[in-house]
T-cell receptor, first 110, second 113 residues
Framework: DAKTTQPNSMESNEEEPVHLPCNHS???????IHWYRQLPSQGPEYVIH???SNVNNRMASLAIAEDRKSSTLILHRATLRDAAVYYC???????????FGQGTTLQVKP | KAGVTQTPRYLIKTRGQQVTLSCSPI?????VSWYQQTPGQGLQFLFE???????NKGNFPGRFSGRQFSNSRSEMNVSTLELGDSALYLC????????????FGQGTRLTVV
């Protein structure tokens, strides 16, 4: 299974943009890149996903490198409610199997 | 629409017993996956069911099993419980296989004593 590598933790100031990096050098052509986040005492929550092109939604943007070996989740204006563990995940081909890494713990300072 | 529902939310069992956890996916979703979350190992994939067939299986012993019914509801069973099975068990459902988002339930907190 292809794996992802993320920094253990990051800090951000409230209302500033946050760029969360992820490396996935062994990604295969059919693997989708997903981002989920998990707040304390809750199940993971979907943030965004993409295959090759950059993606935007109401929560965030996903920038995918041209060779697909890395990606960056962009939160445009961090709020205190964005403090969570962020997971960069590769879905296993076309299945629902998600392989979670250790994730990045994001702290947002007021 | 209703989210993913897992029951029970909390469970305490004794070593050696067995346990069955239930997951009701979002209406229309045919893929159901199960995950185990512990402080030491993080989130680990257990298995995935799609249209009543197990499509993927993680690296867990045979004591962990599951099934999916025709209405897409899924159950997972753990036999001969061990202390190390204490964890949060999460279920996720999704629509069009890996191309769409997965919705997670709140989980079942299992404590083995």
């Amino acid at each position: 299974d292809a794996k992802t590598t993320q920094p253990n933790s990051m800090e951000s100031n409230e209302e500033e943009p946050v760029h969360l990096p992820c490396n996935h050098s062994t990604i295969s052509g059919t693997d989708y890149i997903h981002w989920y986040r998990q707040l304390p005492s809750q199940g993971p929550e979907y943030v965004i996903h993409g295959l090759t092109s950059n993606v935007n939604n109401r929560m965030a943007s996903l920038a995918i490198a041209e060779d697909r070996k890395s990606s960056t989740l962009i939160l445009h204006r961090a709020t205190l409610r964005d403090a969570a563990v962020y997971y960069c995940i590769l879905s296993y081909g076309n299945t629902g199997k998600l392989i979670f890494g250790q994730g990045t713990t994001l702290q947002v300072k007021p | 629409k209703a989210g993913v529902t897992q029951t029970p939310r909390y469970l305490i069992k004794t070593r050696g017993q067995q346990v069955t956890l239930s997951c009701s996916p979002i209406s229309g979703h045919r893929s159901v996956s199960w995950y185990q979350q512990t402080p030491g190992q993080g989130l680990q994939f257990l298995f995935e069911y799609f249209s009543e067939t197990q499509r993927n299986k993680g690296n867990f012993p045979g004591r962990f099993s599951g099934r999916q019914f025709s209405n897409s509801r899924s159950e997972m069973n753990v036999s001969t419980l061990e202390l190390g099975d204490s964890a949060l068990y999460l279920c996720a459902s999704s629509g069009l296989q890996g191309r769409t988002e997965a919705f997670f339930g709140q989980g079942t907190r299992l404590t083995v004593v």
